[in-house]
T-cell receptor
Framework: EAQVTQNPRYLITVTGKKLTVTCSQN?????MSWYRQDPGLGLRQIYY???????DKGDVPEGYKVSRKEKRNFPLILESPSPNQTSLYFC????????????FGEGSRLTVL | LAKTTQPISMDSYEGQEVNITCSHN???????ITWYQQFPSQGPRFIIQ???TKVTNEVASLFIPADRKSSTLSLPRVSLSDTAVYYC????????????FGKGTMLLVSP
């Protein structure tokens, strides 16, 4: 069964303190993606990766970095978090040739004070 | 990318069939239509995906007319646990573009 594990699940931090939200999958899928969800704005894609060392911007990449050094992991990096990055974050994976069929992690709720 | 439009909210009662329609006037030839369900504070869950005509699985049916400018998600005999937000997405055939979620339809099922 597909598993997408995000850590931490909950985090309260302060402005400017660098943090990383990890995402790990057990399915060896090439495609991984990060979304943020905010009330009234729905889900918005931050970054996605089609394979190792291949990443691309989504709709709202500002203030975020990602890396894909290995297929299993796709960490989301906030170099200098700000309060407007307070949000619920989801990591998602997709198997090859699956079109729009994503499998999401359980989410990471981040609060930046 | 084709923009999608769906109702903000819908109400239903247990045991009824619910149909949620999504319009996507600018859908391209290779695009697929995908639907997700999301409960509060959980990640969206894939429900169904189709290209044309009708697709059915154990959870729902998806109806797509010949012009593909709209699609309808049909949930048979809903229960209280079907209360959730439902998202319609149009996905480029290769799937390698951004997958953009709209604001979804909040379905409230009452006893």
């Amino acid at each position: 069964e597909a598993q997408v594990t995000q850590n931490p699940r909950y985090l309260i931090t302060v402005t400017g303190k660098k943090l990383t939200v990890t995402c790990s999958q057990n399915m060896n899928h090439e495609y991984m993606s990060w979304y943020r969800q905010d009330p009234g704005l729905g889900l918005r894609q931050i970054y996605y990766s089609m394979n190792v060392e291949v990443t691309d911007k989504g709709d709202v990449p500002e203030g975020y970095k990602v890396s894909r050094k290995e297929k299993r992991n796709f960490p989301l990096i906030l170099e200098s978090p700000s309060p407007n990055q307070t949000s619920l974050y989801f990591c998602a994976i997709r198997r090859a040739n699956a079109g729009g069929e994503l499998f999401f992690g359980e989410g990471s709720r981040l609060t930046v004070l | 990318l084709a923009k999608t439009t769906q109702p903000i909210s819908m109400d239903s009662y247990e045991g009824q069939e619910v149909n949620i329609t999504c319009s996507h006037n600018n859908i391209a030839t290779n695009d697929y239509i995908t639907w997700y369900q999301q409960f509060p504070s959980q990640g969206p869950r894939f429900i169904i995906q189709g290209y044309k005509t009708k697709v059915t699985n154990e959870v729902a049916s998806l109806f797509i007319p010949a012009d593909r400018k709209s699609s309808t998600l049909s949930l048979p005999r809903v229960s209280l646990s079907d209360t959730a937000v439902y998202y319609c997405l149009v996905v480029v055939g290769s799937g390698y573009s951004t997958l953009t979620f709209g604001k979804g339809t909040m379905l409230l099922v009452s006893p």
